[in-house]
């Protein structure tokens, strides 16, 4: 682990704090945000979730754009729930350090605290978390696997991001994160 970053469960938020949920495609990041959202109070806002709402399967072509699409209008609540006094959970990936400093920004510009949490594992359980998903998105996320990764932005020391790595913590969160053997568990929430 690089020295900027901390290992820790859940952070308190005693006072409205933005929260930024990165991580690669099958991380954890969503089940995570939604374990963290229910123990603090905090509001969970996730893309995916949004565009899957606005697309369907049979139209994965246009899913960076729902995307795209998705995360102006997830900053719009955030922004507004935040402005309000209440604790936000922003669950988008958050893939480059543009995006973790545009959420600092923000974060400064409205007076409240960041919290950055970084959701890990290593490559073959994202692999195998990746393989038990269905539809075309998914699909081209396991086909591109090296692509994409090759996109993924670290966190530097200097953001010091709390480290959560879920191939570790297994199912500790109450949800099935799937399994590093491969093995694709069923689980009441969407993946």
Known sequence: MS?????MEHPAFDHPTLIIVQGFIAAGKSTYARSLATAC???HLEADA???????????????????????RIWSIAEDRLGVGDSVIVDHGFWTRRSRDEARARAA??????????????DEVLRARMACRSGAVAERNVASFDALRAQFELPADDETAIVVNTA?????LGRGFGSSSGQCWERGVSA
């Open 3 to 7: 020295p900027g970053l901390k290992s």
């Open 41 to 43: 109070g905090a509001l």
């Open 50 to 72: 949004y565009c899957a709402q606005m697309v369907s399967e049979s139209q994965g072509a246009d899913w960076d754009r729902c995307f795209a699409l998705a995360v102006e």
């Open 109 to 122: 510009r409205l007076s409240v605290r960041l919290v950055h949490v970084y959701v890990t594992a290593r």
């Open 168 to 172: 570790d913590a297994g199912d500790a």
